[in-house]
């Protein structure tokens, strides 16, 4: 027996896969600090082959890029006063079960959502936001 699931995106949605870093390493490295037209601080990414007794390779949904993080991770606009919508994202802990991963979702300096997930590493956890704002 097989499980599938299938998730939608929206018309005029940008999936963003981090597998079209320029000049990614092959191994890891840290996202631009502008990339998919987005913001980003503290980001990185790896190739998830490259680790492949880890969780990363769960979280892989494209080609073989994903991004990580072990700090506070900042996604946000280029531009003051703009929005961006958080559909969904699959996540998947490194190496230790059990991790705890909050997100939490702003506009300016006011606290619009938030969520935590358990993660573990062979188990791939698809989070349905919708969250606008």
Not at 1 to 22: N, Q, V
Not at 37 to 43: I, T
Request: proline share 4%; hydrophobic share 45%; net charge negative.
């Amino acid at each position: 027996m097989h499980s599938y699931l299938t998730i939608g995106c929206p018309i005029g949605a940008t999936i963003i896969t981090f597998d079209d870093i320029p000049s990614a390493d092959p191994v890891q490295g840290t996202i631009p600090a502008v990339y998919a037209k987005l913001q980003w601080v503290d980001a990185n990414y790896l190739n998830a082959t490259a680790w492949p007794t880890s969780g990363y390779r769960f979280v892989v949904v494209s080609g073989e890029y994903i991004a990580w993080n072990n700090v506070a991770l900042t996604v946000q606009t280029l531009l003051t006063n703009n929005t961006i919508t958080l559909n969904s994202c699959v996540m998947a802990a490194g190496w230790s079960d059990s991790v705890t991963l909050t997100v939490v979702g702003y506009r300016s300096a006011t606290q619009l959502h938030t969520t935590s997930f358990s993660l573990n590493t062979y188990q791939q956890a698809v989070a349905l936001f919708q969250w606008s704002g």
